[in-house]
């Protein structure tokens, strides 16, 4: 077995392990098999390696100098110890020949605490086959710890980017490709760091600039269910910049038209789907004909092309929407459902949204991508209020990993409805807080995006 | 740790410098690079990483200034600095390929090169950097919430309703294995497969609703692309699509003699299936690139590629020999073969009178593709008198196209031929070629003259005539009438030995 591959499987059976000592008893046999399997494969590799090390490296995690990639069936497991070990502030975990399975419960049971507990047991409790680095005080540098700060300022410059681009394209003055192509970067820089962080910032819907925010959503979400699905950096740099561009076209609709309020016409709704076509020539005259953008013009002219075959523009029988044209397809409809536009004042409640998106695949959506679109965001995707059984509203902040029915979430209106800037709970772990239902948060007068702010 | 950091940045400097003096292949190169390579693994095995903290002329590393220029042109810090690369790290696992990548991204001299667009283009594995934008203000203010009264559960009723979705449905969304590997395969497919079919395919589509001028001009510099890189298929497509679009010049850019001879290689090309595609796309060509395609053909290895090409430049030399008659000047004898080649190809019985003065050329290379051409064009009186070329090759092949083209004005000299004593001293082919024209020319007389030579006494016994005996037999089994091989039934039974044999084994090949 490669090194590659024994790094991904010690994840893959360390991350049952770590979840089991959150539910269950030491002693239980889920517990205790969990962790038998764990060791048995530990043993296996032992005869012909002395220690098994996880070296976490700006939120790269390396198995014995091989860095273990993100893909679509390592992710949940990867990301996971990922963020214990940031938390935990440890840049090494070196696991040595002779481990029991008895020493990896009990390293378990610590990992999942906070950093000063986990210090605190980790140095009381003897774990002679576990060694633990941790990062020095200074070492990793503050850009890459205070993600929140780098994110927002991703998201913004990305913003203003964008905007720029569009306005310039309404306008005819020529458009800083340079600039777009670095965003893009950044962007995908900001989702291996901070998913969630960004995801979250997708929640900021501007009624007036519309166009701008949709397309930089549409850009983000496509990065992060590209990065779900296992893309290397440079496939999700195309698709990020395919999601950015996928509207391009209505650059040259009238704003009159895009803002009706009133229903379309057939006339201007067949002028309306034109934006996919002029999406093609937009593109072309923005960024010529390089890679990234030959893959741009295929999904801004293939984003509305459904999963049985329907949609525009016409196609012929045996075409079919390409991988990344089905992405930004879901991650468009998400995106326009939870927004509120001018013939859609009120939006859709995100997990409404995605119960649409859930009830549609095979039809309108590819079912694998909707699947995983679905445990990217969570049955309650995050900018979600939900009503608890406490009489409390929770906004969702993150989802949780492995537990996409319980979110954690920050109280935001307390039991006498009034605006509060409460706790944050993990449902998944406090129990008897229960979600009634998802609610509106206009009704308490809230902005989510405010909170991500 | 501070002197082995410092060597590190001393060879990467060297390395760098280097590369932009000699490039990546030259010795003088690796002379410098391979000891940087190793002083950098070692230092990685044994420490796990290496972090660098750029500033505008200088690197440091542990707050210590450990390299420094401030020639913008030379310096590696001002590189990375200006396009906002802040840090740069290495860790432990590096390969030679990834540092020669960072390496070839760093030396960029193009302007406006974007450093951190190059290292991102990379995807290191071992290499991580950190990249800075301008600060953003963050003036996003967020909206207002609505303050009119909106009855937001009558409004999630309408639309379940509209939707009609069950909200309730449980949403379990895992992956089944064939779904993971399903989609796996499809990432895979997707990442091997080349963009530009599809590119295409969505050019043309659009032209399909609407003549746009940004689209052509990019369909022409996919069609250039294509052609540098000899991917004719695609540009064949294109070509196929841009010809509806008549004042559109797209091919006259590669009808040159510098393009055409580029394309050298596909005149040779193993596979048929490329040459094939060559030849499609070139039959986009107008009669202008004739005189540059005709230089192709001396290259051509093969007699098929060979044949095929004279066939693609007829067609695109039209009806209008004017190019090809000026390489019948030509004094390269395989320019002036082909020229005559296609010449008949064309069949253009005008253009035949063009290669009279070259009937009694002195090569027979020259005298064997006129008599194809006369043959084309279908004129057989000029074929006569290569009956009795000194080249047996070129009587052979004249031969062969009298009796194609029936020539009965032929047939009494040919058989008087035959009857001659000298016509023993010919090969069994060019005799076999003989029959061949009395039977395509044949009259009455000729089972009875063949059925007299079948059995023709005087020649029992005489080894050297058994030649035409079977040549007879032969020739009356290919005229095939009931009379001609009765004749050859009768001689199968016939007591004599050579009659018998011959007879024998003409009707069992016939019968076969």
Redesign the interface.
């Known amino acids: 077995m490669s090194i590659y591959t024994s790094g991904k499987t010690i994840v893959a059976l360390l991350y049952p392990l770590l979840k089991a000592v959150q539910v269950y008893d030491v002693n239980n046999d889920v517990v205790i098999n969990t962790a038998k399997k764990f060791v048995a494969f530990m043993e296996t590799l032992f005869s012909t390696i002395s220690s098994l090390e996880f070296?976490r490296?700006?939120d790269?995690i390396?198995f014995n100098?091989?860095?273990l990639k993100y893909?679509?069936?390592s992710y949940a497991n990867l990301q996971f110890l990922n963020s214990r070990l940031k938390i935990l502030r440890i840049k090494?975990l070196t696991f040595l020949s002779g481990i029991k399975h008895q020493e990896i419960i009990d390293f378990a049971v610590i990992f999942k605490e906070d950093k000063v507990t986990f210090l605190k047991q980790f140095v009381l409790k003897r774990y002679p086959h576990i060694k633990v680095e941790f990062l020095k005080a200074g070492e990793e540098?503050d850009?890459?710890m205070e993600d929140g700060k780098f994110t927002?300022?991703?998201y913004?410059?990305a913003?203003?980017v964008t905007k720029n681009m569009m306005q310039n394209l309404w306008s005819g003055r020529p458009v800083d490709v340079?600039s777009s192509?670095?965003?893009v970067?950044?962007l995908?820089?900001t989702i291996s760091r901070d998913e969630f962080g960004i995801l979250a910032l997708t929640t900021?819907k501007?009624?007036d600039e519309y166009t701008f925010n949709h397309s930089l959503n549409v850009g983000i979400l496509a990065l992060a269910l590209g990065q779900r699905?296992?893309?290397?950096?440079?496939?999700l740099?195309r698709l990020g910049t395919s999601g950015i561009l996928h509207d391009i076209g209505k650059v040259e609709i009238s704003k009159e038209l895009i803002n009706k309020v009133q229903k379309l016409t057939d006339q201007e709704w067949e002028t309306l789907k034109?934006h996919s076509?002029f999406g093609?020539?937009e593109i072309?005259?923005t960024r010529?004909?390089d890679?990234i953008s030959?893959?741009a013009?295929?999904v801004a002219?293939?984003h509305h092309w459904n999963y049985d075959g329907t949609g525009y523009?016409l196609?012929e029988k045996e075409?079919e929407p390409?991988?990344?044209s089905r992405v930004v397809r879901i991650c468009d409809s998400y995106d326009a459902m939870t927004t509120a536009r001018s013939y859609q004042?009120?939006p859709?409640?995100p997990h409404?949204a995605l119960?649409?998106i859930?009830?549609n695949q095979n039809r309108l959506f590819d079912p694998?991508?909707?699947?995983?679109f679905?445990?990217l965001l969570g049955?309650y995707p995050v900018g979600s209020c939900l009503e608890l059984n406490t009489g409390e509203v929770g906004l969702v902040m993150r989802q949780n990993p492995g537990n996409?029915g319980s979110p954690i979430v920050k109280i935001i209106v307390d039991r006498n409805h009034e605006k509060t800037d409460g706790r944050t709970i993990d449902l998944a772990m406090e129990v008897q807080t229960k979600i009634v239902r998802p609610?509106?948060?206009?009704?308490y007068?809230?902005?989510p995006?405010?909170y991500f702010? | 740790m501070k002197e082995e950091v410092d060597q590190i940045v001393l060879g990467f400097t060297k390395a760098f410098k280097a590369l932009q003096m000699y490039g990546m292949n030259h010795s003088s190169f690796r002379n410098f690079y391979v000891p940087f390579y190793e002083n950098i693994s070692e230092f990685l095995s044994k420490n796990?990483?290496l972090n660098l903290q750029i500033d505008k002329f200088t690197i440091h590393h542990d707050n210590r200034i450990v390299y420094k220029e401030e020639e913008m042109d030379l310096s590696i810090a001002f590189r990375l600095f200006k396009d906002?690369v802040?840090?740069i790290?290495f860790?432990?696992?590096i390969t030679s390929d990834e540092l020669l990548l960072l390496l070839d991204v760093i030396s960029q001299s193009k302007k406006?090169y974007?450093v951190?667009?190059g290292l991102?283009?990379c995807?290191f594995?071992?290499i991580?950097f950190?990249?800075?934008?301008?600060?953003?203000v963050?003036d996003?203010r967020?909206?207002?919430?609505?303050?009119e009264f909106?009855d937001?559960d009558e409004?999630?009723k309408q639309?379940?309703l509209r939707?009609k979705?069950?909200?309730d449905?449980v949403?379990i969304?895992?992956?089944k294995p064939d779904?993971?590997k399903?989609?796996?395969n499809?990432?895979t497919d997707?990442?091997k497969a080349s963009?530009?079919p599809?590119?295409i395919?969505?050019?043309t589509?659009?032209l399909h609703?609407?003549r746009?001028k940004?689209?052509i001009?990019?369909l022409i510099?996919?069609l250039e692309?294509c052609v540098d890189t000899k991917d004719f298929y695609n540009a064949r497509r294109i070509a196929y699509k841009l010809k509806d679009y008549p004042e559109v010049s797209f091919i006259e850019r590669f009808e040159n003699a510098t393009t055409i001879m580029g394309f050298k290689e596909m005149v040779n090309v193993p596979q048929n299936e490329l040459f094939n595609e060559f030849l499609a796309f070139i039959g986009f060509f107008s009669k202008k690139s004739v005189p540059f395609l005709l230089q192709l053909l001396s290259l051509a290895g093969r007699a098929d590629r060979l044949h095929s090409l004279r066939h693609r430049i007829a067609y695109i030399a039209q009806d209008d020999i004017t190019p090809i008659a000026e390489f019948l000047k030509s004094e390269d004898t395989m320019s002036l073969v082909s020229a005559i080649a296609i010449i008949g190809i064309m069949r253009n019985i005008e253009a035949a009178k063009l290669l009279q003065p070259y009937i009694d050329h002195p090569d027979a290379r020259v005298r064997l593709e006129i008599i194809d051409a006369l043959g084309n064009v279908k004129q057989p009186d000029l074929l006569v008198q290569y009956v009795k070329d000194p080249q047996m090759e070129v009587r052979i092949k004249a031969l062969r196209l009298l009796a194609k083209l029936k020539f009965p004005q032929m047939y009494p000299v040919l058989l008087d031929k035959i009857k001659d004593k000298t016509f023993l001293d010919l090969e069994f082919s060019e005799q076999r070629e003989y029959f061949n024209y009395l039977t395509a020319n044949a009259d009455s007389n000729l089972v009875q003259i063949l059925k007299s030579m079948l059995y023709k006494r005087k020649w029992f016994g005489r080894k050297k005539y058994r030649v035409m005996r079977r040549l007879a037999a032969i020739a009356l089994a290919q005229i095939g009438s009931s009379e001609s091989l009765e004749a050859l039934r009768i001689g199968a039974e016939k007591r004599n030995k050579d009659i018998k044999i011959v007879c024998e084994l003409v009707l069992k090949g016939k019968s076969k």
């Open positions: 070296v490296y700006r790269y390396f100098k091989q860095r893909e679509i069936d090494s540098a850009e890459f927002k300022r991703t913004f410059k913003l203003k340079k192509r670095r965003i970067y950044n995908v820089d900021i501007n009624f699905i296992g893309l290397d950096r440079r496939s740099a034109m076509n093609v020539r072309l005259k010529g004909l890679e030959m893959i013009i295929t002219y293939q523009p196609r075409e390409t991988l990344f004042p009120i859709y409640l409404f119960r649409v859930w009830s694998i991508l909707a699947k995983v679905t445990q049955i996409i609610t509106y948060p206009q009704m007068g809230i902005n995006s405010a702010l | 796990n990483e906002g802040r840090s790290g860790m432990g696992g406006d974007d951190a667009l991102w283009e995807d594995s071992h991580s950190y990249v800075v934008e301008e600060e953003e963050l996003y967020v909206p207002d919430v609505p303050t909106v937001y409004k999630l639309l379940i939707e979705i069950d909200i449905a949403i969304p895992d992956l779904e993971v399903n989609l796996m499809n990432i997707e990442e963009i530009l599809l590119v395919k969505t050019l589509d659009f609703t609407e746009s940004e689209v001009d990019g510099e996919l692309s």
